[in-house]
């Protein structure tokens, strides 16, 4: 199918996935013939090579004017590697096989062009993908391939067969050729060739060929050189368009169409939508039945599996990585200098040790499996902390101090919990056949944190009490539709909504996908901003106060006084860190009264910190949508050569760039040199100054994509969503706070498309230590999903300071905010009358090694993760499911890492008996305290133990040490049975 544009070539794609079935669709887009990129490359070989076995493929007008100079008939281009479910290949030699091919090894694969490799499994992100895949060998045989999620490992569809091309450019003179072809070239004469609208079609065509003018007369290798442009209406025999479209482009002029002069080609002409696609693409009646019911028992099961991972989340991610080189605190012995992890056989012990460096030459080594003592020191500034003594014991005094502050607080905090619970909320049908539609109408597949997300929002709001939850995820990751789910929720039981937005811009565009999501549902939405009219603002707010109106959305114009909704059951706050003081105040009193839901990717510490203290509720979206790719970051001195670059890449591919310039005073003089570096290039500017029509008018032709570059100030920062713009550039970004820089990240990336974010600054620049430590973190963290991760740096940067109110600073300096919040967690449970699944505070000493080998998981960061995750499970279902996700990651668990997975159930097991500590003495395995009575000692006989009552303690022999573990658990279990 040739299409007028890359961007209805993503519109049919996805609608023709619901006719298609089964029948791959492959889309192409110009990006992927600019030959300097390996990877489009690679797509390229791949699409041309499909059209000879597929059903049907999608591309763009523009696509057909680009040449290439690789042998027509050169199905792969470069090589290529197919692996294939079944198949023996030899393990040893897939490494270096992949190297070859250009691909880099990595400890994770969150980027295209990588490789990981993990006890007998490996994972491989193809280049052209949008997700990677995982192998799974038992020896030398492919048992298992699968799509995986980048960022957490968790497995999406079953694969036959992984193709593998090459990911780097092989030497160019073995491959190209001199002579040059179009993408018709490579077609097969079968093909059926589909022109949709033909006159849009050679309009795009001349405004294409017009704009690479430039391109033609440099010499470029996208297209031919040298040739006249057509004239406008028709196309010259001799021109590189009419070479491309032979023997499409007679058809594209506005004449008669012949169809005897292409006996080789059969096309049929669209005119209007997808839906009037040929018949044999429409599914019949029974099949789209079926298709519907699948659909459903997938999200049905996907919504259960949700419920039931409720108490399977990993505490962790909530708490500050730590590595060698950083101050860590000690429950017990203070703040220390973590110097490395090393490994020790110890008493005939084999295991990892924490080693520890304190004042006065104190040096402390720390068995691994006592590593969830340890937290990561945020102060509450930024100065270096100092180190406790393991002599003087001064840190015990500190830590109780702390804990009282903590304790007193949590009640403090609790109030507020509590007086929600006092005030009578209203409780929402939930499980209605209304929503059920409303959900069946979303177009996309929900990823399972947002379905987590969805079921515990419907929990909140079913309870007759005021729902405040917050719903930290990534741009792009869906937020926005569990909001829509709640404002429906709220809607269908005779409440309003109230949207509460930080800027004009993301409140019209909020409006415009309410109105187009609810409008079939007869759901009444309206906006309130700047750019509505007064009269306008007047006959909305009567409505809402009439309850003529469902749903408002608007900026915080929204919480004047004029504004009396008739039944306001719901507020939705998003990006809550982006309004002021007085707008927060005004939040604090909405939660005693209503639901409220706030959503963010970056949360302020304040929001976090009331989250993680167990105060507010917290749902984390952090799964990617199907196809979402990492945005590239770049981070470096600006200069007229990069972003000329930058610019050329991105507009090479149709596409669009944010260029980011924060001072309204020299915008213009921006736009003018930036004009210079791309004289091609429509640009516009938008800022804050300006009149609400110009805003409005301005950011409509960029969403048309009649600006190819918006120049802006840091207004764009939230919620913008435009897919065709996939290039940010910030200039001075060492001026701006992490997470806002992760915002106007976020600007870009919301397709499948690669995109790139380059964050500049002055060359010479000489740049603060803040600085330059935000500048770091905004480009370690690459991957899909690190809003929380950005929101935690970004206070670990800062420092805690007065965040917990200024009578908690000293508390913070002392024991560290990590640790302060240990603390608080449970306090604001016990306060707030709730329970809380702590991880088992067990001491158990048994001779076994204990270990997560190096070799088995090779970074140190992620083997101080999983060691921190092990400690911190508290279930036995837990355990199983760690072990399983780190059993597919990494491969079959060695000894000392089953070891340690044995040891965590012990722990579980044990403190559900309520015994504290677990010892071998005189190859007796002693257990205590634990209360026994007589029928217990009865079913313990077996076991030939001996039960001290005054003691509280029980021995049981042992005859080998060799399965310690696996002999304990059964005894524990046996233990619990009774």
């Known amino acids: ?72 008939g050169h199905n792969g281009l470069m090589d290529s590697l197919t692996l294939r479910r079944g198949q023996d290949y030899a393990w040893d030699d897939l490494p270096e096989r992949l190297v070859a091919l250009g691909y880099e090894r990595a400890s994770r694969t969150d980027l295209p062009g990588s490789f990981a490799l993990h006890g007998d499994t490996i994972d491989i992100f193809v280049a052209d993908q949008s997700a990677p895949a995982r192998l799974e060998f038992f020896g030398d045989r492919i048992e298992r391939i699968y799509r995986i999620v980048a960022s957490t490992g968790q497995s999406i569809a079953d694969l036959e067969q992984l193709e593998i091309g090459r990911c780097q450019l092989p030497d160019l003179r073995q491959v190209y050729l001199s002579e040059c072809h179009a993408l018709l070239d490579y077609i097969a ?125 990993d505490p962790t991610r909530t708490r500050f990585p730590f590595k060698p080189g950083d101050y860590v605190v000690h429950e017990q012995f203070g ?60 840190f015990s005094k500190l830590y109780k101090k702390a804990k009282r502050s903590a304790h007193k607080m949590a009640f403090d905090l609790a109030d507020v919990y509590l007086r929600r619970l006092e005030i009578p909320g209203f409780a929402y049908q939930v499980d209605t056949p209304e929503l059920a539609a409303f959900e069946r109408a979303f177009k996309y597949v929900e990823t399972p944190d947002q379905l987590k997300a969805i079921q515990e929002v419907k929990r909140d709001m079913a309870r007759p009490r005021p729902m405040d939850r917050l719903i930290c995820g990534d741009v792009g990751f869906g937020k926005t539709e569990v909001a829509m789910r709640a404002a429906y929720i709220a809607v269908q039981s005779g409440k309003q909504v109230m949207f509460l937005c930080p800027t004009t811009i993301l409140a019209e565009q909020h409006f415009e996908k309410f109105q187009e999501r609810f409008e079939p549902f007869g759901v009444r939405v309206g906006a309130l901003s700047r750019i509505v009219d007064q009269k306008r603002q007047k006959e909305l707010l009567e409505h809402y106060h009439q309850g003529k109106l469902d749903i408002l959305i608007g900026t915080h114009r929204l919480l004047s006084a004029d504004v009396n909704p008739k039944a306001l059951g719901l507020v939705v706050i998003d990006e809550e860190q982006r309004f002021g003081v007085v707008q927060k105040e005004s939040f604090k009193n909405l939660r005693a009264q209503i639901d409220v839901l706030t959503l963010s990717a970056t949360p302020i510490p304040r929001t976090l910190q009331m989250s993680l203290s167990s105060v507010r509720d917290l749902s984390i979206i952090e799964t990617p949508p199907q196809g979402r790719r990492p945005v590239e970051v770049y981070v470096g001195e600006w200069s007229q050569e990069i972003v000329r670059r930058a610019l050329e890449v991105e507009l090479g591919r149709s596409g669009q760039v944010y260029y980011v310039s924060n001072r309204v005073d020299t915008i213009d003089m921006v736009a003018d040199a930036l004009a210079k570096l791309a004289p091609q290039a429509r640009f516009g500017v938008v800022h804050g100054q300006l009149s609400p029509k110009q805003l409005q008018e301005i950011m409509q032709e960029f969403y ?27 200039e001075n970004a060492h001026r701006l706070g992490l997470s806002q820089m992760y915002q106007l990240k976020g600007r870009v990336g919301r397709s499948d498309l690669h995109a790139y974010s380059y964050f500049l600054f002055p060359p010479r ?66 306060a707030a009358g709730r329970q809380r699944l702590n991880a088992p505070d067990v001491q158990i000493d048994l001779p076994a090694d204990q270990l997560l080998p190096s070799d088995y998981i090779e970074g140190l960061p992620e083997r101080i993760a999983a060691y921190r995750r092990i400690a911190a499970l508290s279930s036995l279902r837990q355990v199983s499911s760690y072990k399983s996700l780190l059993k597919s990651e990494y491969g079959e668990l060695p000894p000392p890492a089953e070891n340690m997975f044995e040891r965590a159930a012990c722990r579980v097991l044990a403190a559900g008996l309520g015994v504290k500590r677990v010892s071998l003495l005189a190859r007796h395995l002693v257990l205590e305290p634990l209360y026994l009575n007589a029928d217990d000692l009865e079913r313990l006989h077996k076991y030939r133990a001996r039960y001290d009552q005054a003691l509280q303690q029980l021995k049981v022999p042992v005859k080998t040490t060799e399965h310690i573990f696996i002999d304990l658990k059964a005894l524990l279990r046996d233990l619990s049975r009774s």
């Open 765 to 830: 620049q000489p740049l603060s230590e803040v600085q330059a430590a935000r500048l770091v973190a905004i480009d370690e963290n690459q991957e899909l999903g690190s809003g929380l991760k950005i929101a935690m740096k970004d206070l670990e940067i800062r420092g805690a300071g007065s965040m917990l109110g200024a009578e908690q600073s000293g508390n913070v300096s002392a024991v560290g905010f990590d640790l302060f919040m240990q603390l608080l967690a449970p306090a604001s449970a016990e």
């Open 335 to 394: 703040i220390a200098y973590f110097k490395e992890v090393s490994t020790q056989t110890i008493a005939g012990v084999t295991r990892d040790y924490l080693q520890l460096c304190y004042a006065d030459d104190g040096k402390l080594l720390l068995p691994i499996d006592q590593i969830d003592k340890v937290t990561k020191y945020v102060g509450a500034g930024q100065k270096a902390p100092k180190l406790s003594s393991l002599s003087k014991g001064d």
């Open 189 to 313: 004469d079968e093909a059926l060739i589909v022109l949709v609208e033909p006159k849009l079609l050679f309009d795009s065509m001349l405004g294409f060929y017009k704009k690479h003018q430039q391109e033609i007369t440099e010499q470029s290798p996208l297209l031919a050189a040298g040739a006249p442009a057509p004239s406008d209406g028709q196309t010259t025999s001799d021109s590189p368009a009419a070479q491309a479209l032979s023997p499409l482009a007679p058809l594209l002029e506005p004449a008669r169409v012949d169809f005897s002069s292409h006996p080789t080609l059969s096309l049929l002409t669209l005119h209007t939508h997808a839906e009037q696609i040929d018949q044999r693409f429409v599914p019949d009646p029974e099949l789209a039945r079926q298709i519907d019911e699948t659909k459903r028992q997938a999200k049905l099961a996907a919504q259960l599996g949700a419920e039931q991972d409720d108490q399977d989340q």
């Open 1 to 72: 199918m040739l299409l007028p544009s890359s961007l209805q070539v993503q519109e049919y794609l996805r609608e023709l996935k619901a006719y298609v079935g089964q029948v791959e669709v492959l889309s192409f887009n110009p990006k992927m013939a600019d030959l300097s990129n390996a990877s489009a490359k690679l797509g390229l070989a791949r699409f041309t090579g499909a059209l000879r076995h597929l059903g049907l493929a999608l591309c763009s007008i523009e696509t057909l004017l680009y040449r290439f100079n690789f042998a027509k």
């Open 704 to 730: 048309a994509a009649q600006i190819d570059v918006l120049i802006s100030t840091t207004i764009i920062e939230s919620g913008l969503d435009n897919p065709n713009c996939n290039t940010i550039i910030i």
